[in-house]
């Protein structure tokens, strides 16, 4: 396969066929992601990723699921999505999801009759980093992204019924918009009513300009606590009708796993009782966290 640089994808990709369609992220100004830093972005050649599909067929039914790599894969044009779905269904006919990540940009800027079409060929599942809800957070985070056009998303997702996996970010507002975070976070959660989110734990990378604020005292992460603290009011404070919420990525201090709404009384008296009872012991430790 015709890999280039190193690749990431969502942990429940890990037994998926990574089919690398882009390099890179479009965006690629998030003030805290070193995803992509040394990759500028690109969109492959077609014949390229024909070959590794020719290449993955002849290594026979070894997945049934493909993630459409890199950041914002969602981003290519409808034609080149459609070309890379066919050759999908063409070559690996046993395949019965596509995933890829999206993000307001992608996927606002197509219609629904479009996204409609996309999940006809296959694409079953978007995973989306909403990071937060607060509109301050985002322009801080130079997400570019505002919170209602994530509800856009959200709603347009839904229509076309594809599977909208929300990621959210645990410290990214640092302690100065914590609060403001974790509230604004949980209403939009409430508004965009996803089947899945997932929280991680925002991690200071030294080489992103996160890292250098930091350095220079202009970016204070929320203690391991404080982090809870997020986490508890998001929980609290989203209204949701049928999610699978986790944190059991490996940068969260606190690994859980509920479904919300019938969970929600007991993952909240769980988090509370951790924060309550202080003890670090009981919070993965550092050595085992991970991006
Ligand atoms: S967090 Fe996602 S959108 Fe932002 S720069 Fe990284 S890959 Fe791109």
């Known amino acids: 396969m015709d890999y280039v640089g190193r ?57 049934r699921r493909v993630f459409l790599c890199d950041g914002d894969a969602l981003v290519l044009s409808q034609r080149r999505l459609l070309q890379i779905l066919e050759g999908i269904r063409k070559r690996l006919p046993w395949v019965e999801r596509v995933g890829v990540y ?57 229509e076309a019924e594809i599977t909208h996996s929300v990621i959210v970010l645990l410290g990214v507002g640092g302690v100065a918009l914590s609060k403001r975070h974790a509230q604004g976070t949980g209403a939009l959660l409430t508004k965009m009513d996803p089947p899945f989110v997932a929280a991680l734990t925002t991690t200071v990378i030294p080489e992103t300009p996160l890292g250098q604020l930091q350095e220079k005292g202009a ?29 059991n990525h490996a940068s969260n201090y606190l690994p859980v796993r509920a479904d919300l709404p019938q969970d929600k009384a007991k993952l909240l008296t769980a988090i509370r009782a951790v924060i309550d009872a202080g003890d670090e012991g009981v919070l993965r430790p550092e050595w085992m966290r991970g991006l």
């Open 7 to 63: 690749i990431y994808r969502p942990p429940s990709e890990a037994y998926s066929l990574l089919l690398q369609v882009t390099e890179g992220c479009s965006h690629n100004r998030c003030i805290y992601c070193g995803m992509y830093r040394d990759k500028p972005f690109r969109t492959k050649s077609w014949p390229i990723i024909e070959a590794d599909l020719v290449e993955a067929a002849a290594a026979g039914e070894v997945s």
């Open 102 to 158: 999206g993000d307001t940009r992608s996927v606002n800027r197509k219609t629904v009759a479009e996204l409609r079409q996309l999940r006809q060929l296959g694409l079953e599942i978007v995973y989306h980093g909403v990071e937060s809800g607060n509109d301050e957070v985002l322009r801080f985070a130079d997400k570019g992204g505002t919170a209602a056009e994530c509800v856009d998303t959200a709603d347009r997702l839904r």
């Open 219 to 247: 970016f204070e992460l929320p203690s391991k606590f404080g982090l809870l603290e997020e986490l508890h009011t998001i929980v609290a404070e989203s209204e949701l009708t049928g999610c699978r919420f986790s944190s």
